[in-house]
């Protein structure tokens, strides 16, 4: 990808169990957000955080950032079937050049 | 609006024929953005705009791809002369200017070129 990539590419989980997906990425960056993307929609933005920022929570999502390691995850806990969908990664650098990872698709069974 | 409008949601489009996409942006969101998303997911960045001015457009195929932002208008995203490759989901996104504010993003146009 432009900027980097996601792992797994794929996870397959059971309702009620927590689902972590991970976000590597090359450059400096400003920011990280992720996005939801169910099939055949648009993207719908999660959260933001910030470079300065090392750990942010909303509701049931909960994701961390390492700068010095150049990575991110995302915790979805107590996952539900409608949490299904693929989950990307996108990063701001401080030029306003946005990059998106190559996103995990989960699927979470009820 | 409160949301980014793609028009149309699906285009069809024999081989060579001429696309044109329409994005209108949030009001009050100074920036544009357009990515091309084909079947393996990854979204492909093509160009940015700052208000009416090209931001950054070092994704585009420069040969048969335009945009334009212009005011009081949509956005819009011309493909002259289009190839099977172009088959894909284009989105287009809107953002605040500070650096702080994710994107918005409309829900995409289907070109299917046939």
């Known amino acids: 990808s432009q900027q980097g990539e996601e792992d797994p590419q794929a996870l397959s989980i059971q309702e009620g169990e927590n689902a972590t997906m991970n976000c590597s990425y090359k450059t400096s960056i400003n920011n990280l957000q992720w996005y939801r993307q169910n099939s055949g929609r648009g993207l719908v933005h999660l959260i933001l955080i910030r470079s300065n920022e090392r750990e942010k929570h909303s509701g049931r999502l909960r994701v961390t950032l390492d700068t010095s390691k150049k990575s991110s995850s995302l915790l979805i806990t107590a996952s539900r079937a409608a949490d299904t969908a693929s989950y990307f990664c996108a990063t701001r650098d401080n030029f306003n050049k946005f990059y998106f990872g190559s996103g995990t698709k989960l699927n979470v069974k009820p | 609006g409160e949301e980014v409008a793609q028009t149309p949601k699906h285009l069809v489009r024999g081989e060579g024929q001429k696309a044109k996409l329409y994005c209108a942006p949030i009001?009050?969101?100074?920036?544009v953005f357009w990515y091309q998303q084909v079947l393996k997911n990854e979204f492909k960045f093509l160009i940015s705009f700052q208000n009416e001015n090209v931001f950054d457009e070092t994704g585009m195929p420069k040969e048969r791809f335009s945009a334009k932002c212009l005011p009081n208008s949509p956005c819009s995203l011309e493909i002259q002369a289009t190839k099977l490759e172009d088959s894909a989901v284009y989105f287009c996104a809107s953002s605040q200017s500070s650096a702080n504010y994710g994107y918005t993003f409309g829900s995409g146009t289907r070109l299917t070129v046939v």
């Open positions: 009001k009050g969101h100074s920036y």
